[in-house]
């Protein structure tokens, strides 16, 4: 069946340093990728997305594209603030006949930033 | 609403006793999700509502989970008996599907803890 492997964690980095969170992915059909954030104490959040492939989808300075031949969904940002202290989650929907769009998620990766 | 709300944010239970968790979904979403999170996991899918309708309820780890949602709005996931190994964080989802694309909102989760 459909599956997310990403980095397992934790990840500590200093401000302004550069992040990148692994993800891979198993799946039939031309899936939905996603990276969703949950900050302490908050519900999960949408961070972007990508539809198809070659996509990338970007937001508050995060961004991932959409790797078919690798069945990849890396997350970058080029500085990490403290602020952006959470744990990440990637995530895809299938696109296939019969799909009715539930998520299945990795595990997560929690990522502290220390100033 | 602004957002999806679950009730209540915590609960804990004797084990064998049976609990009701609430979710209000954004006003006008037809699609309701429910996942379970185990601690230091990503969310799991439970169930899936469409309107009123149950469409897809393999997710239930067992038969002592019920869920519900009977005029289309407010949902309702009942464990009867509960066992320590239901002890997690249960996470609704709520989204108006459009081209298949739509984005699912998330509420802050109910913090289940079986003695």
């Known amino acids: 069946g459909d599956s997310v492997t990403q980095m397992e964690g934790p990840v500590t980095l200093s401000e302004e340093a550069f992040l990148t969170i692994n993800c891979t992915y198993t799946?039939?059909?031309?899936?939905?990728l996603f990276w969703y954030v949950q900050y302490p104490g908050e519900g999960l959040q949408l961070l972007l997305k990508?539809?198809?492939?070659?996509d990338k989808g970007s937001n508050k300075g995060f961004e991932a594209t959409y790797r078919k031949e690798t069945t990849s969904f890396h997350l970058e940002k080029g500085s990490v603030q403290v602020s952006d202290s959470a744990v990440y989650f990637c995530?895809?929907?299938?696109?296939?006949?019969?799909?009715?769009?539930?998520?299945?998620f990795g595990k997560g990766t929690k990522l502290s930033v220390k100033p | 609403g602004a957002g999806v709300s679950q009730s209540p944010r915590y609960k804990v239970a004797k084990r064998g006793q049976d609990v009701a968790l609430r979710c209000d979904p954004i006003?006008?979403?037809?699609?309701l999700f429910w996942y379970q999170q185990a601690l230091g996991q990503g969310p799991e899918f439970l169930t899936y509502?469409?309107?009123?309708?149950?469409?897809?309820k393999s997710g239930l780890p067992s038969d002592r989970f019920f869920a519900e949602r009977p005029e289309g709005s407010v949902s309702t996931l009942k464990i009867q008996r509960t066992q320590q190994e239901d002890s997690a964080v249960y996470l609704c989802?709520?989204?108006?599907?459009?081209?298949?694309?739509?984005?699912?909102?998330f509420g802050p989760g109910t913090r289940l803890l079986v003695l």
């Open positions: 989802a709520s989204s108006y599907p459009t081209s298949g694309q739509e984005t699912q909102y």
């Open positions: 799946a039939t059909g031309y899936p939905s």
């Open positions: 990508a539809t198809k492939a070659d």
């Open positions: 995530a895809l929907r299938g696109n296939y006949g019969g799909s009715q769009g539930n998520l299945i």
């Open positions: 006003s006008g979403h037809v699609s």
């Open positions: 509502f469409q309107n009123e309708a149950q469409l897809d």
